[in-house]
């Protein structure tokens, strides 16, 4: 029947194919598209950003907002997740992007300016005298 041999070198070639296998799967893993790697997709940290832009007159603002991001994000769900906050007295909304999101949207047609958020939820002072009437 199979001398120990023939296990051993069948052993052998399926542990070196199965190596082989598992090197191209975490080399295929990491490329999503030619130009960029999932790790440095994953380390991009998204934070809040205000962006002004330009609207036309009588057009929906939350579509409006959604129109400038979908290049950017890919799809309109994509940027209606993104969006935290539709500014209705000013032309912009608040979003959560990554910075390389941040530098697409900045050439984009419409948008006046993207500035990171610089509010702070972490205060280190509560509130002061003029709580209490003393200012």
């Known amino acids: 029947m199979y001398s120990m041999r023939n296990i051993q070198y069948t052993s052998i070639v ?3 194919f199965l190596s082989l296998m598992l090197a ?29 832009v330009i609207r036309p007159k009588g057009v929906n603002l939350e579509k409006a907002d959604i129109h400038v991001l979908v290049p950017i994000l890919g799809s309109e769900k994509a940027a209606k997740e993104a ?6 007295f000013m032309g912009g ?8 999101q941040v530098k697409h949207l900045k050439k984009q047609p419409g948008v006046f300016g ?14 002061g005298g003029w709580l209490s009437g003393a200012v």
Do not use: C, Q
């Not at 909304?93 to 390389?100: D, H, I, R």
């Not at 993207?114 to 509130?127: N, Q």
């Open 93 to 100: 909304f608040a979003a959560k992007l990554t910075p390389s």
């Open 24 to 52: 191209l799967m975490a080399d295929a893993r990491n490329v999503i598209a030619p130009g960029f790697e999932m790790e440095k997709v994953k380390k991009e940290k998204a934070t809040v950003y205000i962006v002004d």
């Open 114 to 127: 993207v500035e990171r958020d610089r509010i702070s939820t972490h205060l280190m002072y509560g509130p």
């Open 14 to 16: 399926l542990l070196l």
């Open 83 to 88: 969006i935290i906050y539709h500014y209705k």
